[in-house]
């Protein structure tokens, strides 16, 4: 009977799962606009990051690269 | 209760899943037909039926990326260079909203057609998988040349596929 449940459980996570969407490649636009921003002030990034490095003594490693254009 | 139809159900959604990524159009593939607004208000729609017979270049473009842009002046360039002997170039935008293409058209004029393209429709039917992909496609309808993305020195590869394209080799 468990491995049923489990099989069940799993079967119930792949139907959720495939509800999720890629965003095409046209659509990542979407993705560059302003509002889309983890955080949406620049000023108040640079100051949280200011008193992040502060505190840890340390720089860098807060943010990746790239934008998510999947342009090239 | 067995557990075979439970394996099934997960057999087909997998299935499922690997087909939604199959698809693209590929070198070799006839062109899908498409037509769409020019993305100026005050010209024709473009249909690639009433191209046929003609070497078309097909571009997607957006405002929002990079390698688009530094492509597109270049491609002006090759369409002068060769309209003559029958290249047409269609750069189908896919801004939504589509004033984002026209802003950067207002200071890149272009002179080849531009279709607006906001919803994705034809981007949907050759199955773009990146920014910008582009598709040489010969007189008889057949692609000759998919390009995905856009680095310096490219421009000589294509040109090189639309000179063999127009020669009809």
Redesign the interface.
Known sequence: MS??RV??L??LC??LL?SCTEV???????L?RDEMAWEADPLESALNDHIFFSKEASSGGNSAAGGG???? | MTIKPLLQSLLVLTVGTLCTVSGAVEEGDTAPDFSLPSIYADQPAITMAELKGKTVYVDFWASWCAPCLSSLPLYNEIYHKYKDQGLEIVAINVDNPIEDGLDFLLETPLDFLIPADPDGDAAELFEVYGMPTSYLIDPDGTVRLVHMGYRKGDIEIIEAAIVSSLAGK
């Not at chain 1, 095409?24 to 979407?30: L, M, P, T």
């Not at chain 1, 254009?69 to 090239?72: A, L, P, S």
């Open positions: 491995i049923i099989l069940g799993l079967s792949a139907c495939s095409r490649a046209w659509e990542r636009g979407y560059a254009c999947g342009c090239n």
